[in-house]
């Protein structure tokens, strides 16, 4: 399944990049229509708000050409900024000119990995971690740390253990319905762990890229409301799951201290984000009643949640997982045998998922897999989980 | 007009990081109206084919919307690498594998750099260089060296003399309109260089983001076309200047040995580029009669360009440039006077261009100025020069 790199002239950098199975997966499933995939992340096409869509392009053409179809700011569109500063986010100090709008969370990874991480950078994870960071941080080669999570968190004996041993310099955290566990930081912990950052004087770099993804419409406060160092903090988020993949836009709440060197690495990175997509979000976000289209947006995937979550105990009853607030993932244990060779097997049979060997900071081998239940209608699932129950029978009698 | 950079926590390579002048210029002319710019490098708005965007954005909401609005391939949407596989690339070994799109071309040279660049590897520049072409590559701190450019391409002693003298890893090039200087290399510096490359084994940055706009419709063979080391030569092209730079697109042509590699970096760096762009554009070339389109750009900078000339001619007849054969600039050297006192006058005066220092792999000051004329009008490109002329008189009295 890995795809090897070649031996060739490169920076030795490359030798640190990682490539992600779960792109491989989506490949193989794009290819070969048989296969039904619990593996992808991909929001349900049926949630995209097709009518709004068209009225928007059509008015931006019309009235927008100039600055829609021209090279635009590098720290982004003013009006989406705005937007973004007063309606989706919620650290006390941000303005639109501390928003960077950057192409999709994923160019923000990269970007704090360009300045932040050297290789003596200590970096701390969560272990599982998404794996977008993974391989964003990599070519920069820092000394990764991890810690292990639990459903309400970072498990807090672990976290002092390892800041009290270790001058840990920035951690990574995606405190809301992470990819790939879904477990969801408490309020308690959120408050503790923003108390023992200032303290530590350590850089957090918060995705919050599933934020608005609760079942039940509640929003957690971020990590980062909650800190007084907010010279140390940057909150990342995304319209992929709220609007579209296919804008390919996201942001990131900077401090000011680190403003203009951040805008500097944009620049370099891409001169600036896609300005057409951008004045379309920003009329979309003026022209739809957003809190109906999230509401949508949850209650549509908290039904394909308890679909999944009936299905697996109905064929499955063996596996384990702890119940998600919100999001896109069942994580689950198959107690018996090994995720690769569950794997292999999966796709031989039809079916994807992706083993949680993926998600670990070290590669640790891994009895999880991250179940994606946005996508495939209700009867597609069925057919899988009984495609993935057939194998682990037989691999496991 | 620099941007300071403070002295806060961050990795070493933040110290390399380049601003731009260009892009604060930029900021300028759009917070006061008053300033005429000729700084910018913005293709004419009159020049993207409104009714077709239109029709086409129409028809990619109702036809196209699940591929559209979704996740997309790390490489870039298939259909739109055919095509450029097709039409807009002449090396022969092409084909829609080989074409990754990206971020703008500006994406590409940040994969390029990521990619080869380290402390250790030495990169040969054009003197003067593209700016873009220093942010993007600064950071990963190689070693620059740089060839004297002629208007028909490098110094050929010069070339020779640094080849011979370093072992040269990467050549990065602008051989068509080059950006800023508009110097084109001549068909026989390409074959002759092509040769010197391959002997050498050097790989060819070859950024070709200008290779439409001759004046003339002429369309010069890439360095690339001639080298027989397949292995070591890529490709650059945009979108920007031929369609629109709102789409944010453009692409590299990767050779097959470093295909896995430069598509993980990618990943790593934003997961994929914009697709509904990239679904746009592939309609929009589809629909469209682009040679009729591309013709009408070229002969409308053609205008522009003789506009600009015999404003130049009228009113500062001591200044000198080389006529292009086509882009979107003039390189024009100012004689007497410092560029950095004659910018500061200018911007007092309402007018704005770019000083060439901003172009040196150096940092040289320099008598030249970068003066693009693609975005202002006849009329008001006049009152520009002649406020250019006031100053410049002024200076020099």
Known sequence: METELPTIFSAKRTSFVRTSVIREILKLTVENSNILSFAGGLPNPDLFPKDVFSSVMESVVRENISTAFQYGDSSGYEALRTQI?????????????????????QQGLDI????????????????????????????????????????????????????SQNKIHVFYANPSYQNPSTYTWSLEKRIKIANLLDTKEIILIEDEAYRYLDFEGKVYPSVSSFRKRNDLTFVLGSFS???????????????????????????GNDLNSNQFSQVVVSKLLKTMDFDVHLHSIQ???????????????????????????????????????????????????GVAMVPGTEFSPASRSSSFFRMNFSFLTKDVMEIGVKRIADVYRDINT
């Open 299 to 349: 209650s549509f995937y908290k039904g394909q949640k308890e679909s999944l979550v009936s299905l697996l105990g109905k064929y499955l009853p063996e596996v384990k997982f702890s119940l998600p607030e919100g999001g896109m993932f069942l994580w689950v244990e198959y107690p018996k045998g090994t995720s690769k060779e569950l794997m292999e097997h999966c796709l031989k049979n």
């Open 112 to 163: 704090l990995g360009k300045i932040f991480m050297d290789s003596d950078t200590n970096v701390l994870l969560e272990d599982p971690v998404y794996l977008g960071a993974l391989q964003a941080f990599s070519p920069y080669h820092p000394n990764f740390f991890s810690v292990p999570m639990e459903p309400d968190g970072p498990n807090l004996y672990w976290l002092e253990e390892i800041l």
């Open 85 to 105: 500063a007063e309606k989706l986010t919620d650290v006390s100090w941000v303005s639109s000119r501390s928003i960077t709008i950057t192409h999709g969370s």
């Open 241 to 267: 799951k709220i609007l579209s993949p296919g804008f390919r836009l996201g942001w990131v709440v900077v401090p000011d201290l680190y403003r203009n060197l951040f805008t500097a690495v944009k620049q």
